[in-house]
């Protein structure tokens, strides 16, 4: 079957597409595609005819291949090789749909062969996909983002693709397409803010987007987006949400991120929004968020000072019980917090963080335990009196129960010391250096 639509295709110049036609609805089939790689001539035809003249046979041949991209098959993506340029010198063609399909049968062979990407370099697939992020149209622009998404995840593109996008254009108007999202179409702008993920990952890419003062701009539209979920039906939004949260958060956990963290509590009252508006129906998001504040809050103090004036930390209490992950990214922000010294632990204290604190001390898992312990340590050494009201709710019969948990019998030992020994400065001086490998 699949020889005889192949000499179809080859002998029927006047009804040629209408075999085309047939060859693609084959090729959807896994099978038929290996198949039809291994005829002689079968791949060499279909490219004489993606390079026709005639447009609408130009066209069926283009979906023929598109079929074959999609193979799962490396060996069937490398077949395909002999297409690769003729593919990026149409991408500045005329017809937004076949320049689409181009796209996507890029984005397709990339994803399956090495072989292919290292052949599309030197072919220039950078400056041809820099030239395409300046359409106007959205369909193309999302294919180009998917295109760029693909080959940014490949395991060489540190080394030998992210340098050659960073020297190119494509990162500012891959920011200006992201940022422009709200306005114009989420659906480039979530591939494009994908694509700033994967460079932002790759670490010494950072100075280079920072420079494009890419903080400040995902932080405004981060805002934006709080303000549009607020106001209307936000079904979709979480999907440009997601990558915009990691690369924030991502970007200010670099060492050179510190410079660029922004000072504007709006970003705050932003997650918090994002958190309330996501966390039944898409509670995936919260663990980003989460993430984000935990990097912001790390190092300067502004932005533990804006929860605390905001009133943000009960609302971030209520998050404690959503899961492991989360519980941990809570309790990692409230040592943030508690690091700062006794003002900030008073407050702390005041916002009874204490009950829930000790409700967290009676669950089964080690690791959300032992974040809780170094609160509590951070708390009893800043501020005595929540020592004092530990003992007095019974905190420390409850935290007896894991000195048998072998990871955590040392911080438990050194609580229990702390909080049970009389108030004054020498105990809590020599608890301090009992705790030296606390944390």
């Known amino acids: 079957q699949v020889s005889e639509l192949l000499r179809g295709v080859q002998r029927s110049s006047e009804d040629r ?6 060859l693609r609805q084959a090729l959807q089939n896994k099978e038929t595609q290996q198949q039809f790689v291994r005829l002689d001539g079968s791949v060499r035809t279909l490219v004489g005819l993606f390079t026709s003249s005639l447009a609408d046979v130009q066209m069926e041949a283009a979906h023929c291949l598109h079929e074959l991209s999609h193979s799962s098959d490396a060996a069937v993506a490398e077949a395909c090789m002999p297409v690769t340029s003729y593919l990026l010198t149409y991408l500045s063609g005329h017809s937004i749909e076949f320049t689409e399909l181009c796209l996507y049968t890029l984005g397709n062979l990339v994803v399956e062969s090495e072989a292919v990407r290292k052949q599309l370099l030197p072919q220039g697939i950078i400056p041809v996909l820099a030239s395409c992020i300046q359409s106007p149209h959205e369909a193309v622009l999302e294919g180009l983002g998917y295109v760029l998404s693909q080959l940014l995840q490949a395991k060489e593109a540190p080394a030998e693709i992210i340098p050659l996008v960073l020297d190119s254009v494509l990162p500012r108007h891959m920011l200006r397409v992201v940022c422009s999202g709200l306005k114009f179409g989420t659906g480039a702008a979530v591939e494009f803010a994908w694509c700033l993920h994967y460079i932002v990952c790759s670490h010494p890419a950072n100075v280079e987007l920072m420079s494009l003062g890419t903080v400040p701009a995902l932080t405004l539209l981060l805002c934006d987006i709080a303000s549009e979920i607020s106001q209307s039906d936000s079904e979709g939004l979480e999907l440009l949400t997601c990558p915009v949260l990691r690369c924030l958060g991502n970007l200010l956990a670099d060492e050179t991120g510190c410079e660029g963290q922004p000072q504007d509590e709006r970003l705050l009252v932003a997650l918090f929004i994002v958190m309330e508006s996501y966390l039944q129906q898409h509670s995936f998001i919260i663990p980003e968020c989460l993430w984000l504040l935990n990097n912001l809050t ?29 519980s941990m990214l809570v309790l990692t922000v409230l040592c943030n917090i508690a690091e700062k010294g006794p003002a900030y632990c008073q407050q702390l204290h005041q916002q009874a963080a204490l009950p829930l604190l000790l409700g967290l001390l009676t669950l089964p898992d080690p690791e959300v335990v032992g974040q809780c312990l170094e609160l509590l340590h951070l708390l009893f050494l800043h501020w005595p009196q929540a020592a004092v009201d530990f003992v007095r709710h ?26 049970l020994q009389p108030r004054g400065a020498s105990a809590f001086s020599s608890s301090s250096a009992a705790l030296s490998t606390f944390s």
């Open 17 to 22: 597409r209408r075999w085309l036609r047939r």
């Open 394 to 419: 019974g905190g420390h019969q409850i935290i007896e129960q894991h000195q048998n948990t072998p990871e955590l019998q040392e911080r438990v030992q050194v609580l229990l010391d702390m909080a």
């Open 298 to 326: 790390a190092d300067q103090p502004f932005f533990c000072s804006a929860l605390l004036f905001l009133d943000l930390v009960p609302a971030l209490l209520q998050l404690l019980p959503c899961s492991q992950t989360v």
